[in-house]
């Protein structure tokens, strides 16, 4: 027992001396910083209890000690295209709120006030087309389609300056005279009618002009003894190889125009500066531009000789001005536009669509003013004291000039066939009527308010 007591002993002094010896590692040194607390939350105690240096549990409020809270980083909002590769990043409007769209209340007002509005402004540009009595919407106001129609012609002349035959030219002259024939029957037509009880006894009996007397005679004879087979067979091929276009909605929309008791819309044709000149070039045509510019072509002049030729297609061009055909086809235009802007959202084939407006819309309404321009025109040429029996020839003419294009072509055209337009005119009910205002105009008598 001795013994083992003294080895321990000396043992212990051994590692003693040893572990004296060997040189200690420096103690860390102390952090700059305050010491490190730690933490931990209790369900029991809403406060934060942190262990005290005596090995104690202490609690404190946790306003003073809880470390303050990030902030969070506001939210981001991004979305992808097809067409751009690259991640596309928005902020949201704010006021996240419902939209006004998810309020019926609102939704109801905002149907109600734009459809009013849209009432009051189709109903107040409803006008009324002289002669024909139909109802058009029109946007362009008289005076904005006044300048437009002198900027053309401004243009066109100053392109066809070098062409444009002298005021004192044969050719000038002659359809300067033609065109004011026309304006002054223009004038006489758009004023009142004179009563219904009134005499014509007064001019004297039409039967006592002979030279009307005769050439009436004359073109009964031509249509009694004209072939009837050859009438009815060239009535079949028209009905066959034309279009089906008739003038029926001419006399209907008449009759409606008088059953209320429309009044035709002739602001635009008060107060024009007419202006006619002629252009020294092969084109068969001539134009009237709103505000009362004529331009005619030599072309026309080499291939029509008569002044009634002339004064037919004079007569037809300013009947597209008299009913305000150029703004009713910009405001058509307008709506088209709109029509194959809501379509391609739902189909969006724009080759297609473009090609059916123009076959159901704008070719069809397009020929259906042509038919109005004359009509309007012949009556027009009548009462000038234009023979109106030439109208029929000179569009059979046109097309003999033109090359009589097929029945698709036709279709695909801006203008009715030449075929239809003469046949058209032809009718009983329309001749009568224009034979009726030319043997007022040769005898002296007024034809007003035939428009």
Not at 242 to 270: F, I, M, Y
Request: some cysteine; hydrophobic content about 40%; overall charge positive.
């Amino acid at each position: 027992m001795n013994y083992l007591k003294n080895s321990r002993s000396s043992l212990s002094r051994l590692l003693r001396y040893n572990l004296a010896g060997r040189p200690q590692p420096p103690p860390p040194a102390a952090a700059a910083g305050p010491t490190a607390r730690r933490y931990y939350a209790s369900p029991r105690l809403p406060g934060v209890i942190r262990p005290s240096s005596r090995g104690l549990l202490r609690h404190e409020p946790t306003a003073a000690c809880r470390p303050p809270p990030a902030q969070a980083p506001p939210p981001r909002h991004y979305f992808t295209s097809s067409r751009r590769p690259q991640v596309i990043h928005f902020s949201r409007r704010r006021g996240g709120g419902a939209r006004w769209y998810h309020d019926r209340r609102k939704v109801t007002a905002v149907v109600l006030i734009s459809g009013g509005a849209a009432v009051v402004v189709y109903f107040g540009n409803l006008e009324t087309v002289p002669y024909t009595n139909r109802t058009h919407f029109v946007l362009v106001s008289p005076q904005l389609e006044r300048q437009l129609g002198e900027s053309q012609f401004a243009d066109l002349k100053k392109e066809l300056a070098p062409k444009i035959l002298p005021p004192l030219h044969p050719d000038s002259v002659r359809v300067r005279l033609i065109a004011s024939e026309i304006v002054r029957a223009l004038h006489r037509g758009l004023a009142d009618r004179r009563s219904e009880d009134f005499s014509d006894a007064f001019y004297g009996d039409i039967s006592s002009d002979l030279a009307i007397k005769n050439r009436d005679m004359e073109a009964e004879d031509v249509m009694q003894h004209a072939s009837p087979n050859k009438d009815a067979s060239t009535a079949a091929a028209a009905q066959r190889n034309d279009e089906l276009l008739d003038d029926r909605w001419v006399a209907e929309s008449r009759r409606r125009g008088k059953v209320r008791g429309a009044q035709p819309q002739t602001k635009h044709l008060n107060e024009l500066n007419w202006e006619v000149i002629v252009v020294r070039d092969n084109l068969v045509n001539a134009m009237c531009l709103p505000g009362g510019k004529i331009v005619v072509f030599t072309g026309l002049l080499d291939h029509f000789k008569t002044d009634a030729e002339i004064a037919t297609v004079l007569s037809h061009e300013i009947g597209h001005a008299i009913a305000r055909h150029l703004p009713e086809m910009i405001t058509k235009g307008m709506w088209f536009t709109i029509l194959q802007i809501v379509i391609l959202q739902f189909i969006y084939m724009p080759d297609l669509i473009n090609a059916m407006s123009n076959l159901l819309l704008r070719l069809p309404f397009s020929r259906r003013m042509e038919i109005e321009a004359d009509h309007i025109g012949v009556m027009l040429q009548a009462s000038a004291g234009f023979d109106p029996r030439v109208a029929p020839t000179v569009y059979e003419k046109l097309g003999k000039i033109a090359g009589n294009p097929s029945a698709l072509k036709n279709y695909l055209s801006t203008h009715p066939s030449s075929q239809k337009r003469a046949e058209l005119l032809s009718r009983a009910q329309v001749m009568e009527e224009a034979m009726q205002l030319y043997r007022e105009a040769r005898a002296g008598h007024g034809t007003e308010g035939f428009l």
